[in-house]
């Protein structure tokens, strides 16, 4: 891993770990124990103080308490960056987990959203043609109550007729009445005109008026006979125009009835989207009871990394301890009387020489 600055206590740490493993703390092993990194030119400057610090030291190597607490504190800081790194993985890997819920419960969440907004349009669109529907029933009922009253115009229009043509015919037969005294009177005069001619020329003058009174009579009865046939005709005219109109609000009717019937089967398809919106707020309820379930997850590992930190802890603690016991252990021991020891890889003491 790249350091982000080489400092001179890295240096000398690394010198004397190679020193206690008994290898000759040249640049190269050096820089090789710092991990290939940092400045050749900087680490033989650093090795330069060091050795300016310690005087002629070319060949003299760290006590065995030194040797042991640069190790132990290269130890602790190991574990540390190796707890460090579970720490991290195992707090990535729980991000990265509440990162999938959290997509999953707002893809789930955009879902129901966009079938509420269905479901909406489909009941603002029922309630349009259920007033659509509505408007069609008070249409038809105006219709039937049209198409009523025009049938009871025609019944009328009928009955009227009727009675035009029974007083045409009564006209008629005043007529062929009247017609057939006038024959009758006529051979009556006939038969008394020798007997009474005077009396008879009388009676044919005032007969003669009667007839002249009868035939302008019979003209204005056979006008008005002309004027009902007239209306008779334009009442079958209109009688036929009824039924024109008659047929007509029949398409009308079935086209309401056409709409009805689409209006119904819309209804239908609100009832099947309602109950397919039912089914995605279970599916909802589902993951609602998946992300719980992470949470408990994200929740035991929580608890771990608790139990991670505090075992760290417990190792910082061990090392500290150890650390002072070993300083304990140098003041102990006075610096002047202890003999000068090597310590080969083993880590058993060699006689210097």
């Known amino acids: 891993m790249a350091r982000s600055g080489l400092y001179k206590s890295d240096v000398k740490r690394a010198r004397d770990a190679l020193i206690v493993l008994g290898k000759h703390p040249s640049l190269d092993a050096v820089r090789i124990e710092l991990g290939n990194t940092g ?34 504190e290269r130890l602790a800081a190991q574990l540390q960056d190796e707890s460090r790194a579970k720490v991290d993985a195992v707090q990535a890997q729980s991000a990265e987990t509440e990162r999938q819920y959290a997509e999953k419960l707002e893809a789930a969440g955009q ?72 024959d009758h009177y006529r051979t009556s005069v006939k038969e008394q005109r020798e007997q009474d001619a005077r009396r008879h020329e009388q009676q044919v003058q005032q007969l003669q008026a009667e007839i002249r009174t009868l035939q302008q009579s019979l003209v204005v009865k056979q006008e008005e006979a002309t004027r009902l046939n007239q209306e008779g005709v334009r009442l079958v005219a209109d009688l036929t125009h009824t039924k024109q109109g008659l047929y007509d609000r029949d398409g009308q009717l079935r086209q309401l009835q056409q709409k009805l019937d689409t209006a119904h089967a819309l209804e239908e398809r609100c009832r099947m989207l309602a109950s397919q919106l039912g089914g995605k707020v279970v599916q909802a309820d589902h993951m609602k009871a998946q992300l719980a379930v992470a949470t408990q997850q994200v929740h035991g590992l929580q608890v771990e990394l608790a139990a991670v930190q505090a075992k760290l802890e417990a190792q910082r603690t061990v090392a500290a301890e150890f650390r002072e016991h070993l300083e304990q252990m140098r003041q102990v021991t006075p610096a002047s009387t202890a003999p000068k020891q090597d310590v080969n890889v083993s880590g058993e003491p060699t006689s210097g020489g």
């Open 111 to 182: 879902q129901v959203a966009a079938l509420t907004r269905h479901l909406h349009d489909a009941e603002t669109r029922l309630r349009e043609e259920t007033q659509s529907h509505h408007e069609t029933q008070e249409r038809l009922q105006k219709e039937s109550i049209a198409r009523h009253t025009a049938e009871q115009q025609v019944v009328d229009f009928k009955e009227r007729l009727l009675e035009n043509q029974h007083h045409s015919r009564s006209l008629e037969e005043k007529h062929q009445h009247a017609r057939e005294a006038l």
């Open 39 to 72: 400045s050749k030119t900087t680490i033989h400057k650093y090795l330069k103080e060091l050795e300016a610090e310690d005087g002629d030291l070319a060949g003299r190597k760290t006590s065995i308490s030194e040797a042991l607490h640069d190790f132990v």
